[in-house]
Structures are given as structure tokens and as C-alpha cells.
């Protein structure tokens, strides 16, 4: 079985989508079946990949709601042949409501996304800025949830009310869900202010902190426009680099999980694309 791995923060503008996107399409490129879910309203990881929201027919809003197989609605992206997408819509933004009086409504995307764990390595989700009830249906079906934490003033406010939410979660509703890791975004190195924050997140978290920064890197903030990672934008700058380093990172962490299933790691997967 792959690993189910949710990117969630209820603060915005953390590099939440942006770190879905490029870790997700840093896997693919290092030859690991993956698909990105997006379980954002705003469908921004759906557009991120080259894929036009109002195009979508079917997207994971008909899978929770309406119940429709979940392989019936993945897309094989044009951008990496390793990379599947579950879209998004911005019908999605009423799933709450619908979802309110069904049966076990926080179990809908486990319903969905654990059948999929046997067809890929990595299912990476987007979740959407908030800790409404989609966000609780990632947790739930998700393994693992990475934390992005961005390098600024308020990066630690409400990380203590998602870490309080991962623990009801985990007493509640999912068990086996776990921390893969606090990820530091928009790195600034000629701010003091930057590292002060990774001082203090690395002090306060320790070994839960990714050894992987992700800096502020133009490119990273230009790829989206083209509907494409960073790493097929410029696979030679910082934020391609950093991602890719951060996929080996979590390829390194669960490499006894993906022998488990038969997948091996690929044999030039740590060799100089970081160079």
C-alpha cells in the first residue's frame, strides 16, 4: 500500500499548494507512482498542473458527495507520466453543507482515496486553508499530514490549534495518522528575521522539522502561471532543487513502506539532479 499524505494548514499564504504541487511532481520525477488530490475549493493544484477548473466534469466534489468511484475521476497529466491529478471545483465549497446529516461525513475521502493507496507510492493532498470538514476528511484518510510553516513573523500562530486538531483526529477518527513533518517555506537567507524562525521552529520541534527549507524563489511563484511544476519550469533553480531534495527526504523516510509494496527506488534517485 502507498502512503496517503495530506499538506494542511488552516493559515493561508504558507506555500501549502505550492508544496503540494512541486512535492508531488518531485516524486513523479523520481519515478514514484503519484497522484495529487486537490481538496481546495480555489482548485489552484488543479490549474497548477495545466488543467482548467471550469473544464472539469467530475471532479473529488462528486466523489464525496455523490459517491462516484474515485478512479472514474483521476487524470493523467500531460506534465510527468508518473503523475495523476483528482481535480478540484469550486463546487467543492458547498460539500460542507451537503455533507452535514450523511452517515460517517468525515470518512467520505477515506472512503475514496484508501482503495487507491494499492495503485500508487505517494497520494499527496491539497488541503484547502482551514479546519473545516474537508480538511478533517484529508486527515482521516491521510497516513501523514506535512505542516508548512512559512518563515515570517506569525509562522507559529494557530500551529498549536492544527496540532491540537491532528491529536483529536488521531484519538477520534484516524488512529494511524502521524506527523511527517513540519516544512520551512519562503526562506529568506539575508533576513535575520527568517532565520530566527527557523531557530525557533527547529528548537521548539526538533527532529519534526524537514532538514529541507524551502526558499523564496521567483521561479516557484511563475511556474503556476504556466500551469506546470517548477521542476519542468526551471529544473536548475533553488525552489526546483529544494522540493526535489525534500522528495528524497520523504522517499529516504518511508523507503521500507515502498519496498513493502515492490516499488524500488529508483536507481539514479539520489544521483545529481541537485547538483
Known sequence: MGKIIAVANQKGGVGKTTSSINLAASLAALE???LLVDADPQANA??????????????IYECMVDGINAQDIIIQTNVLPHLDLMPSHIDLVGAEVEMINLPNREEKMKDALRPLADLYDFI????????GLITVNALTAA????????????????????????????SRLNEELEIEGI??????????LSNQVVEEVRLHFQQLVFDTIIPRNVKLSESPSFGIPVILHDAESKGSISYLNLAREIVEKNI???????SEEPEDAHEDTAA
Open 46 to 59: 488543479t490549474s497548477g498542473v495545466g488543467f482548467d477548473p471550469k473544464d472539469i466534469q467530475n471532479s
Open 143 to 170: 497516513h501523514s499530514v506535512i505542516i508548512p510553516v512559512q518563515c515570517e513573523y506569525f509562522a507559529l500562530e494557530g500551529l498549536g490549534k492544527l496540532l491540537n486538531t491532528v491529536k483529536i483526529i488521531q
Open 124 to 131: 499527496i493532498i491539497d488541503c484547502s486553508p482551514s479546519l
Open 32 to 34: 514514484y507512482r503519484t
Open 183 to 192: 516544512l520551512l517555506t519562503m526562506y529568506d537567507v539575508r533576513l535575520r
Open 256 to 262: 521500507e513502506m515502498l519496498n513493502g509494496t515492490g
